[in-house]
Every structure is written in C-alpha cells, then in structure tokens.
C-alpha cells in the first residue's frame, strides 16, 4: 500500500495529537489497512484505538528507542 511518508508496519512513528497539537513519540506502525494505520505504542506494545490517518503520522524522530514487532 503506498503512503506519502514511505511508512511500512514496524517503522517508528510519531502521532500528532489534537487533544495538545503536538506531536508524540513511542508509536510504530503496526498495520496499513484501507481505513487507515493501525499504530501500536512501544512502551507497553498495546493498540491504539480505532485508525489513524496518514496526516497525524510521520516518520519518528526518536529512532533509538526499542520497538515491538
């Protein structure tokens, strides 16, 4: 599935948040799937809910942090 970011499931990834307008790290990409990316947190390897879109995504600022598969 192509995707502006080049961003494939694994890849670290920092999700912007509304709540703040800012953007957070400890996320990877976990699935791309037509309704959007499922993305899954580093820190306890849980799924966000729902999907989120490609424009709250970008690719991680903090590569060394450990990632789930």
């Known amino acids: 599935m192509s995707n502006q ?7 670290p ?5 509304r709540f703040s307008d800012a953007w957070v ?5 976990a699935a791309i799937v ?3 990316y499922r ?8 799924l966000l809910p729902g999907y989120t879109s490609e424009s709250d995504l970008r ?3 903090d590569k060394g942090s ?3 598969p």
């Open 59 to 61: 690719p991680s600022s």
């Open 13 to 17: 990834v920092d999700v912007h948040t």
């Open 39 to 46: 993305v899954r947190r580093r820190s306890d390897a849980s």
């Open 25 to 29: 790290g400890g996320f990877t990409v």
């Open 5 to 11: 970011h080049g961003l494939a499931p694994g890849d």
């Open 34 to 36: 037509p309704e959007g």
């Open 66 to 68: 450990p990632s789930f």
